[in-house]
């Protein structure tokens, strides 16, 4: 294994922070690209669009927030692991100390590289004694450069510096046939992208700019800047506020009061906002109601159990799948790594219950199993999968007042 940087002989590893740390050139990602809308749009631009912000949060928390398992096929089920492997528990060190990221902050930076960039990396600065990796270090997209070798098969380099392919974790989003890297979703909607920060701007700027007048006062006579003063200062004294709501107003001398509405056309912009808001939920696969665009019916289903549900299968399984697949290539052969969703499909505490009922009717779920679910300490006896729902456990101890294996007291 060949690493451009010395590791010490210690329980924690040493880091190189100046190998992955910012560049004083700027990068493919800094360099803004001019859209048609005169607005440049890259990676930091983009995100000063709410809807992408909250597109990408919402899929990157959401990734981050999952718990995740290493698992192993027994008896043709995957069970967990007795003894979870750091590379699953504590990726990237954040458990032992502060100076590196916890699993959670590390998988998010993951996301939401891929999410911006269409891929994401890591590259493996400690292993165990069998060579297994126990810590990642997550890189910045434009630090990373991926070319093929004469068979066709990745290399890397972090700035400039050779990475063994074995230390190397890449998540790549959706890519081209052939392609070694992921398409950047804000690449190819950088136009739309633009517009919608151009709508933003023009909002910003209408409002800011004063072009909002409720109304001008208009008179016949020449008026000096003094007069003129005194004259708004009168009328605002006797219309502004709450106690003048209804008050009468009365203009002498010719002048007029002409109230100043915004014109259709340049009211367009909530409209242009609204679409923009849209069109990003396309682009990531998210709910429109997720984003605040609840002024519409949604086919994602009926109730947050529904939505949940349709969310899971529709635009998170793929990135959960992404993520397994990259945990799963570190861990040793027949191991796999499994993110739990149950979280998300979490129903109300009624609909819950009621499957509980069913699954035990079933056979299914042992109490026990249920009560885990619930967050809840196992019971004795909670393990029999054939303890009926209305009497005591198959198992029961007679003399605990239970009723005995085998059928019902019998009478002296």
Same mark, same amino acid.
């Given at each position: 294994?060949?690493?451009?940087?010395?590791?010490?002989?210690?329980?924690?590893?040493?880091?190189?922070?100046?190998?992955?740390? =910012?560049?004083?050139?700027?990068?493919?990602?800094?360099?803004?690209?001019?859209?048609?809308?005169?607005?440049?749009?890259?990676?930091?631009?983009?995100?000063?669009?709410?809807?992408?912000?909250?597109?990408?949060?919402?899929?990157?928390?959401?990734?981050?927030?999952?718990?995740?398992?290493?698992?192993? %096929?027994?008896?043709?089920?995957?069970?967990?692991?007795?003894?979870?492997?750091?590379?699953?528990?504590?990726?990237?060190?954040?458990?032992?100390?502060?100076?590196? %990221?916890?699993?959670?902050?590390?998988?998010?930076?993951?996301?939401?590289?891929?999410?911006?960039?269409?891929?994401?990396?890591?590259?493996?600065?400690?292993?165990?004694?069998?060579?297994?990796?126990?810590?990642?270090?997550?890189?910045?997209?434009?630090?990373?450069?991926?070319?093929?070798?004469?068979?066709?098969?990745?290399?890397?380099?972090?700035?400039?510096?050779?990475? =063994?392919?074995?230390?190397?974790?890449?998540?790549?989003?959706?890519?081209?046939?052939?392609?070694?890297?992921?398409?950047?979703?804000?690449?190819?909607?950088?136009?739309?992208?633009? %517009?919608?920060?151009?709508?933003?701007?023009?909002?910003?700027?209408?409002?800011?700019?004063?072009?909002?007048?409720?109304?001008?006062?208009?008179? =016949?006579? =020449?008026?000096?800047?003094?007069?003129?003063?005194?004259?708004?200062?009168?009328?605002?004294?006797?219309?502004?506020?709450?106690?003048?709501?209804?008050?009468?107003?009365?203009?002498?001398?010719?002048?007029?009061?002409?109230?100043?509405?915004?014109?259709?056309?340049?009211?367009?912009?909530?409209?242009?906002?609204?679409?923009?808001?849209?069109?990003?939920?396309?682009?990531?696969?998210?709910?429109?109601?997720?984003?605040?665009?609840?002024?519409?019916?949604?086919?994602?289903?009926?109730?947050?159990?529904?939505?949940?549900?349709?969310?899971?299968?529709?635009?998170?399984?793929?990135?959960?799948?992404?993520?397994?697949?990259?945990?799963?290539?570190?861990?040793?052969?027949?191991?796999?790594?499994?993110?739990?969703?149950?979280?998300?499909?979490?129903?109300?505490?009624?609909?819950?219950?009621?499957?509980?009922?069913?699954?035990?009717?079933?056979?299914?779920?042992?109490?026990?199993?249920?009560?885990?679910?619930?967050?809840?300490?196992?019971?004795?006896?909670?393990?029999?999968?054939?303890?009926?729902?209305?009497?005591?456990?198959?198992?029961?101890?007679?003399?605990?007042?239970?009723?005995?294996?085998?059928?019902?007291?019998?009478?002296?």
């Amino acid at each position: 294994m060949r690493l451009p940087w010395k590791r010490r002989e210690s329980a924690e590893e040493s880091r190189a922070i100046p190998l992955f740390g =910012d560049s004083s050139i700027p990068t493919n990602g800094q360099l803004a690209h001019l859209t048609a809308s005169g607005v440049p749009v890259n990676d930091q631009a983009a995100m000063k669009l709410i809807a992408v912000y909250a597109s990408v949060r919402i899929i990157a928390n959401t990734i981050a927030t999952l718990p995740m398992q290493a698992m192993q %096929l027994r008896d043709s089920v995957l069970t967990p692991l007795d003894r979870q492997p750091t590379i699953v528990v504590d990726p990237f060190g954040g458990a032992i100390t502060a100076r590196w %990221l916890s699993r959670r902050d590390g998988i998010k930076q993951l996301a939401v590289s891929c999410a911006l960039r269409g891929n994401g990396y890591a590259v493996v600065t400690a292993r165990d004694s069998l060579m297994r990796p126990t810590r990642l270090m997550v890189c910045h997209p434009d630090h990373v450069q991926v070319d093929t070798d004469d068979g066709g098969g990745r290399t890397y380099k972090v700035n400039r510096q050779p990475i =063994d392919t074995a230390d190397m974790v890449h998540i790549i989003g959706m890519s081209m046939p052939g392609d070694v890297v992921g398409m950047s979703p804000i690449a190819y909607a950088r136009q739309a992208i633009g %517009l919608g920060l151009a709508a933003q701007e023009f909002g910003a700027e209408f409002f800011g700019g004063g072009a909002h007048l409720s109304g001008v006062i208009t008179t =016949d006579a =020449d008026l000096d800047r003094a007069a003129a003063r005194r004259m708004k200062e009168a009328w605002e004294a006797s219309h502004t506020g709450l106690k003048n709501a209804h008050a009468v107003g009365i203009l002498s001398g010719g002048a007029k009061w002409t109230q100043i509405t915004v014109p259709p056309e340049d009211a367009q912009f909530l409209g242009t906002r609204a679409a923009a808001n849209l069109e990003m939920a396309m682009l990531y696969g998210i709910p429109p109601h997720m984003l605040g665009q609840v002024d519409r019916t949604t086919s994602w289903g009926t109730g947050i159990e529904q939505q949940s549900i349709g969310f899971l299968a529709y635009t998170m399984a793929d990135w959960l799948t992404m993520f397994q697949d990259a945990w799963t290539g570190m861990l040793p052969r027949g191991q796999s790594a499994l993110i739990d969703t149950t979280e998300l499909q979490r129903t109300d505490t009624a609909g819950r219950m009621a499957g509980y009922v069913q699954a035990r009717t079933a056979g299914i779920l042992t109490q026990n199993e249920a009560r885990a679910k619930e967050r809840l300490r196992p019971i004795p006896g909670g393990d029999d999968i054939n303890a009926p729902l209305n009497s005591a456990h198959s198992g029961a101890d007679p003399s605990a007042g239970g009723t005995p294996e085998g059928g019902p007291d019998e009478q002296p």
